[in-house]
């Protein structure tokens, strides 16, 4: 067992570097599925039935089929298309197209919960659109729609670990190659489990201590 | 893409749906007993549901299937991969399943518990007839979410080599060259598969209806 | 004759706020006892405690002579309590049973009577209380008055000696408090002993044959309605009225 420590120990290198990929596609890929999630969502609830029916259409699609197979249409079917990725790039896209969906139902249902009198009241006060949506209806909504967001992009920091079969190099990957020279599977993917359940433990406790921070503010009942 | 494939393909579907319908059956029969687990007295129980869930939900499938597939050979169990891929699938389930049991049992309103002790009922009448039909009518929509990622999820077995929609789509897109339809069609299937799953939540919520509680 | 409810001495503390600061009450039987009093006087409590809802710090609560023991295991309770009528504010009918089914379900479940008798014997209840047509219909598809009266059948259905309500009326649109109090009207010329909380001055005025005044924690009056109303009032009781209920209902009692 000590044995099998010290051969890991000298891969360190290359599992850093996986840690390293792991994380950044996931905080890239976090970033851009919001601004994806909000973009879709505006479109969604302010944009009319011309906006609205096209977009629906494409959520759908995302959200009835398996990240898997999305991935695989993007990176092998793309080329058909004229679209060749290197892995990372076609990895990224997909998480964020894939989060953005997601993130845009939780968005789209939390502008829905604003309470329109609240909205009636921002007019009445002399607000125009825009600073009603930026001073009210906003801050209401992200109060809403924290636990659900958090939840999701946990979901896709555990997704990352898909993006091993198109051969990106991250921390799924790098510990499977690992594990295929030295023959010690069971130690380096039960040390991996530990690594991913350990880091979502500690993003779900940083969730809940904004939640608690924030429940002060929870104007909507 | 010619039928003939498209039929290969459609057979390989109907083992998705397989292997996804066992996994959400084991999964909610393990995550009712979890579920007791959580809500029991004794402490160490309770810590052991506790870190049951956290670890099965905190742990990538993917991950969680390899080390299922290499695990268990080491230690002396020589089992197929369709057993190990079941195994992670419903272990994985059963742990949001308890999760959301939890959230249905701990969300029947202190009001209609008393209204069943008023009338004389035992713990387990209270139980059997009022807080558990309750608890799992409130859950049919997350139940139906769940089943929905338990589909989704299955394509992750065709990693670990069972011959499932994915992995087919995969045998036939490296054969032919043509990946995008090959794809493309395993998508729409699983859109229409998942589209059944959610069909069949509205008929469930139609049939046990419960709202005002 | 003895009384249908008895309370001495009773305590019930939440956290170091008294709630119950030693209360004595005795309601006699085939009579309505209504209890009253701002909110946070602890009449709910008092009802609670009766129906074994909540434990008492001290003191002890005797129905029909007997003494209601909390220490005893849950299916003695379940004995006691099938001889309480409980009707709560928000009624808790269970949601995913018929009017019918809510009605017949102790019958079967704890009575162990057969599914056609108890159904019969549900009818027979809701009938009473004029909702025989909407014996099929769930919860939701009732008004709340409805649901109320729902409630009330339940009870009744076990032959209960004593019917608690914990203001049933509080929770209604005002034009369905007449539906639900009519029902309780009947009950009470028929006879049934009745401990209601209510805030219905009307009614208590017109029905009781006992009232109590609590106030933090204390029943600060009681006797007949017509001592307890009768002037000069105890000031609190006066000041009662005018804030709680208003000026005008409190001289129409005067």
């Known amino acids: ?221 | ?213 | 004759m003895t009384p249908a409810i008895e309370v001495s001495g009773l305590v019930k503390i939440f956290g170091d706020v008294p709630v119950l600061d030693g209360v004595n009450l005795s309601a006699p039987a085939h009579q309505v006892t209504c209890l009253i009093g701002p909110s946070g006087s602890g009449k709910s409590t008092l009802l609670r405690c009766m129906a074994m809802l909540e434990r008492q710090d001290a003191g002890s609560i005797q129905i029909d002579g007997q003494p209601l023991s909390i220490a005893g295991q849950h299916a003695r309770k379940g004995d006691l309590r099938s001889r309480i009528g409980m009707v709560f504010q928000q009624f808790n009918l269970w949601p995913h049973m018929t009017a019918l089914g809510n009605v017949a379900e102790a019958l079967r479940t704890v009575r162990r009577q057969p599914r056609r008798k108890a159904e019969d014997r549900a009818m027979a209840e809701l009938e009473k209380v004029g909702l025989a047509e909407r014996a099929h219909l769930y919860p939701r598809q009732l008004s709340g008055g409805q649901q109320q009266r729902v409630a009330i059948a339940r009870a009744l259905a076990l032959d209960p000696q004593l019917m608690l309500f914990d203001e049933p009326t509080s929770a209604l649109d005002p034009e369905l408090t007449g539906e639900v109090l009519n029902v309780m009207r009947r009950l009470a010329t028929s006879g049934m002993s009745m401990v209601v909380v209510s805030h219905e001055i009307g009614f208590v005025a017109s029905v009781a044959g006992h009232v109590a005044f609590l106030d933090r924690g204390k029943i600060v009056v009681s006797g007949s309605p017509e001592e307890v109303f009768a002037k000069p009032r105890h000031p609190r009781l006066t000041q009662f009225l005018e804030t709680y209920i208003d000026r005008e209902a409190s001289q129409l009692i005067a």
Not at chain 1, 156 to 173: W, Y
């Open chain 1, 1 to 221: 067992m000590t044995g099998d420590l010290a051969i890991l120990g000298h891969y360190l290198p290359q599992l850093i570097g996986g840690v390293v990929t792991t994380i950044g596609l996931w905080v890239a890929a976090a970033i851009l599925s919001i601004v994806i999630g909000m973009a879709i969502a505006l479109a969604r609830s302010f944009g009319g039935p011309v906006v609205n029916l096209p977009l629906a259409l494409c959520v759908q699609l995302i959200r009835g089929t398996p990240f898997l197979v999305q991935v695989f249409l993007l990176y092998f079917g793309g080329p058909a298309l004229g679209l060749s990725l290197d892995p990372i790039p076609a990895g990224l896209i997909a998480l964020a197209l894939f989060g953005g969906c997601y993130l845009s139902e939780v968005f789209r249902a939390g502008i829905r919960a604003v309470p329109p009198g609240h909205v009636e009241a921002a007019a009445c006060v002399g607000m125009t659109r825009l600073q009603t949506f930026r001073r009210i209806v906003l801050p209401e909504m992200f109060v809403m729609v924290l636990p659900p967001s958090v939840n999701i992009i946990i979901g896709l920091l555990k997704d990352t670990a898909i993006l091993s079969v198109i051969s990106v190099p991250e921390l799924t990957g790098a510990v499977q190659q690992i594990g295929s020279e030295t023959f010690a599977f069971v130690l380096s993917l039960g040390l991996l489990s530990l690594s991913y359940w350990a880091l979502v433990e500690l993003c779900a406790h940083a969730g809940r201590a904004a939640e608690r921070r924030l429940s002060t503010f929870r104007f909507v009942s």
């Open chain 2, 1 to 213: 893409m010619d039928g003939k494939l498209f039929l290969l393909m459609v057979k390989a579907a109907g083992v998705t749906a397989v292997c996804s319908v066992l996994a959400i059956a084991i999964g909610i029969a393990i995550g009712i007993v979890v579920c007791g687990a959580t809500l029991a007295r004794p402490k160490p129980l309770q810590i052991a549901a506790r870190l049951y869930v956290s670890f099965f939900r905190g742990v990538p499938l993917l991950v969680q299937l390899l080390l299922f597939y290499n695990l268990l050979p080491a230690v002396g169990l020589n089992i197929s991969s369709f057993f190990a891929a079941e195994l992670a699938l419903s272990l994985c389930t059963s742990a949001y399943q308890a999760e959301t049991l939890r959230g249905g049992f701990l969300s029947v309103s202190t009001g209609l518990k008393e209204a069943a002790d008023m009338v004389g009922m035992t713990l387990w009448q209270r139980f059997r007839r009022v807080e558990a039909p309750i608890a799992l009518r409130l859950t049919i929509p997350a139940i139906v979410n769940e089943a929905i990622s338990i589909l989704h999820a299955s394509a992750l077995v065709s990693v670990i080599g069972v011959v499932e929609l994915t992995k087919t789509a995969g045998e036939i897109a490296a054969s032919n060259y043509d990946p995008l339809p090959v794809y493309a069609c395993a998508g729409l299937l699983y859109l229409i598969m998942t589209y059944v799953i959610q069909l069949l939540g509205l008929a469930a919520e139609r049939r046990f209806p419960v709202r005002s509680a």
